[in-house]
């Protein structure tokens, strides 16, 4: 990191931080603009009183700086900005787009952008999961027509699994929601995982704060239903649903208990035609299970109830719990305490992120790495001595 940046970063002036490492305000803007380079006992000092986060490298290494944009290009960023505030879809897909690419100008074109964002707590984000068949797409389609009827705005993140092999997903969820995804107040995404853990894609919660900053009010963030793992989804929602088909009793068991304990609301979906009695018993039968199990949240009760999206039967019933759940949570500060979490845990998220790609793109084809897989390979070094060799290369030469 660059002086100047850390001053800025730290809201610390040019004559605090000269007094703080003994040397003239004077001598300090030299250091700064590039004009002279310190010594190396000023060096230290620096490193010293920075903890690390400007060190010699940073002034006697001069690296170009990718953050400058042209002319053309603010314009793009001061027009995209525009129309996505003014809700226009075409902008809005744009953006979520850039946010997903891996290039590196597209993501420093994302970061323009989000600065213009502003923090809006007055959305409702929902986490749908539940087991392949649920019908989690139809529930979410007929919940989300229901919304629209009570004038909301409604955006749905659809989550499909990545091809190991080509990378590529089927991203059907447009054509099961036929009805939701031609309405005019209805915004659907479908993403890939790309691999990823959770049930979620890597960049989810980026795309959560551009459909808010085009004005949906209600997002929905349907997952792939692929077991534990799919947990990474509370984090970045007010509200977690679990959807659950009408069964017997001996399914009880089958149902993933992490996955429940997390759950802020159970909901037995298909409860209808023949299914309606089978839907009543695994009501009760939950209902009776979710007695002995953790809170995913203090201050609060788990239910359990039914629905028939096919019907549309049972909706101001879930809508009324949902409302009354974030109105408390917004009573008892608990909904903004949790939003200012989802913020760090998207960090290190994003952190995970970059770092990964760092390890994909540059370090695997590096010839000293190359080197140290062929020793692992012929059983040279073991694997715990290889990887602490790699971390070490990782950290000294800062990619």
Not at 27 to 53: A, M
Not at 262 to 286: F, G, H, M, P, S
Not at 352 to 364: A, K, L, Y
Request: net charge positive; proline share 3%; charged share 30%.
């Amino acid at each position: 990191m660059k002086l100047k940046e850390y001053l800025k970063l730290n809201k610390i002036s040019n004559k605090e931080f000269s007094k703080l490492i003994g040397i003239t305000p004077v001598s300090l803007s030299r250091y700064i603009s590039g004009e002279r380079i310190p010594e190396k006992e000023i060096v230290l000092k620096i490193f010293e009183f920075t903890h690390g986060s400007v060190s010699p490298d940073d002034f006697y290494f001069q690296k170009k700086n990718t953050q400058e944009f042209n002319s053309d290009q603010l314009t793009l960023i001061n027009q995209m900005s525009k129309q996505l505030k003014n809700g226009s879809k075409r902008a809005l897909a744009k953006t979520i787009t850039l946010v997903e690419s891996k290039l590196k100008k597209d993501k420093l074109l994302v970061q323009k952008i989000f600065e213009k964002f502003k923090v809006n707590n007055n959305t409702v984000r929902i986490g749908i999961t539940g087991v392949p068949g649920v019908g989690k797409s139809t529930f979410i389609e007929s919940l989300g027509l229901f919304l629209i009827q009570k004038s909301h705005k409604v955006a749905v993140l659809a989550i499909d699994p990545s091809s190991k092999e080509s990378g590529g997903s089927i991203l059907g969820d447009k054509t099961r929601m036929e009805k939701l995804s031609i309405n005019p107040l209805a915004f659907i995404r479908p993403s890939p995982s790309d691999g990823h853990l959770g049930g979620v894609a890597k960049k989810t919660h980026e795309s959560i704060l551009c459909l808010e900053e085009a004005g949906y009010d209600i997002i929905f963030v349907e997952t792939m239903g692929v077991g534990q793992a799919e947990t990474a989804v509370y984090d970045m929602v007010d509200i977690f649903l679990v959807l659950l088909l009408p069964s017997g009793g001996d399914e009880l068991q089958g149902i993933k208990k992490g996955i429940i304990e997390l759950a802020d609301l159970i909901i037995v979906n298909k409860a209808d035609n023949d299914l309606k009695k089978a839907a009543e018993i695994t009501q009760r039968e939950y209902r009776n299970a979710i007695q002995i199990t953790g809170k995913p949240r203090k201050d609060h009760e788990i239910d359990v109830l039914m629905c028939s999206s096919l019907k549309s039967e049972g909706f101001n019933e879930i809508w009324d719990f949902v409302l009354n759940f974030v109105n408390k949570q917004k009573k008892n500060k608990k909904f903004y305490e949790n939003r200012e979490s989802q913020k760090t845990k998207w960090m290190w998220n994003s952190v995970s992120n970059n770092v990964n790609e760092i390890i994909s793109n540059e370090i695997v084809r590096n010839k000293f790495i190359l080197k140290i897989k062929e020793k692992v390979k012929n059983k040279n070094i073991n694997i715990f001595q290889a990887s602490e060799l790699i971390i070490d290369y990782f950290i000294k030469n800062k990619f």
